[in-house]
């Protein structure tokens, strides 16, 4: 359901319904790329039925689905065709363009190819829940997370967000729970983990399937390798590696905690978003009191 989370807090004077965020996202519905358009970004069905609603509500949780379509035109291609109508163009007249003109010329070629450019499809999930104030969004990495932030933030009306914010750093939590060889309650730390130094040498340690209970490890800690990721288990249903800005990665729910899910609804989707929400509504709070609690300007 969810392989990634970045968390962010919603600013406590939002206010809007289901009816109102739906009819703020139709605007915004997804619409393949155009024949000399590089990119597209819209709105799609949580669910995948065609023309259906583009806001899930779930137990009160609400879930949206972004689509992000991109035109792939390599570059050795265009600069290939480029250099190809420079020869010509030299060839013909016996000048070589200057700097300008072949800018201009690399931009008329980028439209000839791009209609015969493959498409590449991806998808974002978002998750609001807003009793607890939280917007989580399921992306790789900050960028995308980015994109999406700043697509919601001009869609919905008053929206502000800004990323959860812990009292205790993880780098710092991470360090203490590796040096102590004691994970917080309800957690494990589990057989992953990259070590990067803080100098000028920004050397990097990983470990892959490996114990990390070892004299080994905690002597890198305590030279000053800083652990950026950390495999964790939490209360033996979910696993994630914690990173360095606290975004949780390889989220994996674990056997047993969606059993019987798909017999629960006609293609399943109500029944897996109230597990998977209903896990990390417990997860979460955990894994930040774990942190020391958030800092006061972030909980506001």
Not at 50 to 59: D, F, K, M, N, T
Not at 68 to 74: C, D, G, H, K, Q
Not at 147 to 158: A, H, K, N, R, S
Request: aromatic share 6%; net charge negative.
């Amino acid at each position: 359901m969810f392989k990634n989370i970045i968390m962010y807090r919603i600013a406590a004077d939002w206010q809007m319904d289901p009816a109102q965020l739906e009819e703020r996202l139709q605007p915004g519905r997804f619409v393949e790329c155009g024949a000399t358009q590089e990119k597209s970004v819209g709105w799609i069905e949580p669910r995948g039925q065609a023309h259906g609603p583009l806001l899930e509500s779930v137990a009160g949780q609400w879930i949206l689905k972004l689509m992000v379509e991109t035109r792939a035109l390599p570059g050795s291609v265009l600069n290939r065709k480029v250099q190809e109508r420079v020869a010509q163009i030299e060839a013909s007249t016996g000048r070589k363009p200057g700097k300008k003109e072949t800018r201009d010329l690399k931009d008329d070629i980028r439209l000839e190819l791009l209609p015969m450019a493959f498409t590449k499809q991806s998808t974002l999930q978002i998750w609001i829940d807003r009793e607890a104030r939280l917007l989580l969004i399921d992306a790789a990495s900050q960028a995308r997370a980015d994109e999406v932030v700043t697509l919601l933030v001009q869609t919905l009306p008053g929206l502000a967000l800004s990323l959860v914010d812990t009292q205790v750093a993880p780098v710092t939590a991470m360090s203490e729970w590796l040096i102590s060889q004691e994970a917080p309650a309800g957690f494990s730390v589990d057989r992953e983990c990259e070590l990067k130094a803080a100098d000028e040498s920004k050397a990097v340690v990983r470990y892959a399937r490996h114990r990390l209970d070892t004299e080994e490890v905690k002597q890198y800690v305590s030279e000053g390798k800083l652990p950026t990721r950390l495999a964790l288990t939490w209360d033996e249903r979910v696993s994630f590696v914690l990173t360095e800005g606290l975004q949780l990665k390889k989220l994996a729910f674990l056997d047993g905690v969606f059993e019987g899910s798909a017999k629960q609804g006609d293609d399943g989707f109500d029944a897996d978003v109230a597990i998977a929400t209903g896990e990390l509504q417990k997860l979460l709070p955990d894994l930040i009191e774990a942190l020391g609690g958030e800092t006061p300007m972030s909980a506001s």
